[in-house]
Nanobody, 121 residues
Framework: QVTLVESGGGLVQPGGSLRLSCAAS????????MRWYRQVPGNQRELVAH???????NVKDSLQGRFTISRDDLQNIVYLQMDSLKSEDTAVYYC???????????????WGQGTQVTVST
């Protein structure tokens, strides 16, 4: 069994920062591309950023300069650093990864449970 567990969400004032973490654990063998999505109730889930196994990172154009994605391959963790947060960044943030477990089974787009980020005064 593999799991993706997000952490680091919470309430922050506009202009503040948060760093989300997502750890892949359990019987994980290899983690490939890792992604962050976000979803506002009533809207579709949108891709925020992704980082490949080789470290190539991409952030949604409208979020560049404020959001940064990175990963720690030794611990199978992906981070999302969010700075200069705005009220419109309020959403549930989901981690997503392509990975294999120790039996060799491949899991494309495996999802975490999500973490709430609220930007408000």
């Amino acid at each position: 069994q593999v799991t993706l567990v997000e952490s680091g969400g919470g309430l922050v004032q506009p202009g503040g920062s948060l760093r989300l973490s997502c750890a892949a654990s359990g019987s994980v063998r290899t983690v490939y591309t890792m992604r962050w999505y976000r979803q506002v109730p009533g809207n579709q889930r949108e891709l925020v950023a992704h980082v490949t196994a080789g470290g190539s990172a991409n952030v949604k154009d409208s979020l560049q300069g404020r959001f940064t994605i990175s990963r720690d391959d030794l611990q199978n963790i992906v981070y999302l650093q969010m700075d200069s947060l705005k009220s419109e960044d309020t959403a549930v943030y989901y981690c997503n990864a392509d990975l294999t477990d120790r039996s060799g089974r491949y899991y494309p787009e495996y999802w975490g449970q999500g973490t709430q980020v609220t930007v408000s005064t």
